[in-house]
C-alpha cells in the first residue's frame, strides 16, 4: 500500500484491509471483487490484485510459509519488485538487505552529489550499491525505515530541513552549498582562499567527459535551488489527452443506477464504472450526442428520444499519465424498459448506497457526485426554488497541513492499560 502512497493516506485502509483479512489464508480465500472493494480510492488497483494474488500463491503452493528472503520473494510472488522484497526480507526476516524507493534514492543522490538521471540505469545501480554498502548488519530493517523516514520528513522534495538532518555533515549537497555561501562572502571582501580553488576541481571519480552520474552540463547546478538540485530526473511525457463520455441511467421506479465491469486488464481492472465510452477529441456537441446514442443502443439496446439524455456537466481527473474529461450526461428509464435492455454478468443495478460500497475508482465518485449536484440543481430550477449554495472551499493559505507527509509514529498511540 505504501509504494507510491504516504503513510497519512494509507494508515485507514491499512486498519481496514487487515481487521478483514489478518493472514494470507483470510486474503487468499478473499474473491477480487472483494479485493477492488477494500482498495477502492487507494488508486494503482494493480497493487490490491497482486497482493490478492501474492496470497493465494503462498496458501496453494507454498503451504502457507511465505519465502524467507529477498532473492526468493523477488522470484516466486507476483508485483513483488526489488523495492517490496528488500523491504520485507529486512524488516520481517532481518536479513542484511538494502532497499531503494524514492524516499532513499532523494537521501543517496544529495549525501553522495548524484546529479544524473534518477532513472537511468546507471544512477539506479548506484543507488543499489549504496543501500547495499551502507545497511547496518545488525539492524538491517530499523536502518532501512529509517533511512525511508529521513527522506520522507526530513530531506523531502521541497524545503529539505538541513538543520535537523542527521547527516549533514556527511552530505555532498548540503557542503557544495556552504561553500558557495563562504566563497560569496569572500568575493564581497576580495580575499580568495582555498575554497575557491577546491569548488572548481572535479571530483576524481568524476573527471571523465560525460559522468553519467554528475548534473548534465546543460543543466548546471543551480545556486538558488541549493540540496534541491538533486535529484534530477528526466522530463516526463506529456500526459495523454482523453475525454469520456458517461452515462448515468436510473430505474426512476427503484432508485437505481446501471453500473458495468471494465475489463480485467488494461486501467482500472475489474472495476465497477457507468457506461462510458471514449470519444474523439474533434466531436462536436450534437457529434457527441449521436456518438452516445449509439453506444447505448448498441451495448445495452437502449432507444429513446434525444430530449430524453440530459448534459449535467464535466468532471477532469488525472491519472499518472493521462488527463481525462469525463463528459456526464444523464437519462431516466423506467421498470418497463430496464426489462428490454440486453444486460449481462458485466452489469449490475445498484442503488446509492451499494454504488459507493462496490469496486469503484475515485473517478467515478467524483463523476456520480457532480451528477448530485447537477440534478439538484435541475430539481430547484423545475420547482421554481434556489437552490442551496455550496459552501466555498477555504483558500490556499487557509488550508491545514493536512497532506503533509507525517512521521510513521503519529500514526500509533500506545496502549491504554
Given at each position: 500500500m505504501l509504494q507510491q502512497t504516504q503513510v497519512a493516506t494509507v494508515v485507514d485502509y491499512y486498519n481496514c484491509w487487515m481487521k478483514k483479512w489478518p493472514?494470507?489464508?483470510?486474503?487468499?480465500?478473499?474473491?477480487?471483487?472483494?479485493?477492488?472493494?477494500?482498495?477502492?480510492?487507494?488508486?494503482?488497483?494493480?497493487?490490491?490484485?497482486?497482493?490478492?494474488?501474492?496470497?493465494?500463491?503462498?496458501?496453494?503452493?507454498?503451504?502457507?510459509?511465505?519465502?524467507?528472503?529477498?532473492?526468493?520473494?523477488?522470484?516466486?510472488?507476483?508485483?513483488?519488485?526489488?523495492?517490496?522484497?528488500?523491504?520485507?526480507?529486512?524488516?520481517?526476516?532481518?536479513?542484511?538487505?538494502?532497499?531503494?524507493?524514492?524516499?532513499?534514492?532523494?537521501?543517496?543522490?544529495?549525501?553522495?552529489?548524484?546529479?544524473?538521471?534518477?532513472?537511468?540505469?546507471?544512477?539506479?545501480?548506484?543507488?543499489?550499491?549504496?543501500?547495499?554498502?551502507?545497511?547496518?548488519?545488525?539492524r538491517p530493517g530499523d536502518f532501512n525505515q529509517a533511512l525511508m523516514e529521513l527522506g520522507a520528513t526530513v530531506c523531502t522534495p521541497k524545503v529539505p530541513t538541513c538543520s535537523k538532518c542527521p547527516l549533514r555533515s556527511y552530505c555532498r549537497a548540503y557542503t557544495q552549498v556552504e561553500k558557495h555561501k563562504q566563497n560569496a562572502s569572500a568575493r564581497l571582501i576580495k580575499v580568495t582562499t582555498t575554497t575557491d580553488i577546491e569548488d572548481n576541481l572535479p571530483d576524481i571519480e568524476c573527471a571523465a567527459d560525460g559522468c553519467s552520474l554528475c548534473l548534465p552540463a546543460n543543466e548546471p547546478w543551480d545556486s538558488s535551488q541549493g540540496v534541491m538540485n538533486y535529484p534530477r530526473k528526466a522530463k516526463k511525457k506529456p500526459p495523454r489527452i482523453e475525454r469520456t463520455a458517461v452515462c448515468i441511467i436510473e430505474n426512476v421506479n427503484k432508485k437505481q443506477f446501471l453500473i458495468v465491469q471494465r475489463p480485467e486488464t488494461g486501467l482500472l481492472a475489474g472495476l465497477w464504472e457507468f457506461p462510458s465510452t471514449l470519444l474523439d477529441e474533434n466531436f462536436r456537441e450534437e457529434q457527441r450526442m449521436a456518438h452516445v446514442s449509439t453506444f447505448l443502443k448498441t451495448h445495452f439496446g437502449l432507444h429513446f428520444k434525444?430530449?430524453?439524455?440530459?448534459?449535467?456537466?464535466?468532471?477532469?481527473?488525472?491519472?499518472?499519465?493521462?488527463?481525462?474529461?469525463?463528459?456526464?450526461?444523464?437519462?431516466?428509464?423506467?421498470?418497463?424498459?430496464?426489462?428490454?435492455?440486453?444486460?449481462?454478468?458485466?452489469?449490475?443495478?445498484?442503488?446509492?448506497?451499494?454504488?459507493?460500497?462496490?469496486?469503484?475508482?475515485?473517478?467515478?465518485?467524483?463523476?456520480?457526485?457532480?451528477?448530485?449536484?447537477?440534478?439538484?440543481?435541475?430539481?430547484?430550477?423545475?420547482?421554481?426554488?434556489?437552490?442551496?449554495?455550496?459552501?466555498?472551499?477555504?483558500?490556499?493559505?487557509?488550508?491545514?497541513d493536512k497532506k503533509k507527509q507525517l512521521a510513521l509514529e503519529t500514526f500509533f498511540k500506545p496502549a491504554l492499560r
Open positions: 493472514t494470507a489464508e483470510s486474503l487468499a480465500k478473499a474473491t477480487l471483487e472483494e479485493v477492488n472493494e477494500m482498495w477502492s480510492g487507494l488508486g494503482y488497483y494493480s497493487r490490491g490484485r497482486r497482493l490478492h494474488e501474492g496470497a493465494q500463491k503462498v496458501v496453494n503452493e507454498m503451504n502457507g510459509n511465505m519465502p524467507g528472503c529477498a532473492a526468493r520473494l523477488l522470484k516466486h510472488l507476483p508485483g513483488v519488485g526489488r523495492y517490496t522484497a528488500g523491504a520485507i526480507a529486512s524488516i520481517a526476516y532481518n536479513e542484511v538487505t538494502g532497499l531503494v524507493d524514492g524516499n532513499v534514492a532523494r537521501v543517496f543522490s544529495r549525501l553522495r552529489m548524484i546529479g544524473g538521471d534518477s532513472t537511468s540505469q546507471a544512477v539506479t545501480d548506484a543507488f543499489w550499491s549504496l543501500a547495499g554498502t551502507l545497511v547496518d548488519s545488525e434525444s430530449s430524453k439524455l440530459k448534459h449535467i456537466g464535466e468532471v477532469l481527473h488525472i491519472f499518472s499519465h493521462i488527463h481525462q474529461t469525463y463528459v456526464i450526461d444523464y437519462i431516466q428509464v423506467n421498470s418497463a424498459e430496464v426489462g428490454k435492455l440486453q444486460c449481462d454478468q458485466s452489469t449490475r443495478w445498484v442503488d446509492k448506497t451499494q454504488l459507493l460500497e462496490s469496486a469503484i475508482s475515485t473517478a467515478m465518485k467524483k463523476v456520480f457526485k457532480t451528477y448530485e449536484a447537477g440534478v439538484h440543481i435541475s430539481t430547484a430550477k423545475t420547482n421554481g426554488s434556489k437552490p442551496i449554495p455550496r459552501k466555498r472551499k477555504a483558500s490556499g493559505h487557509d488550508r491545514t
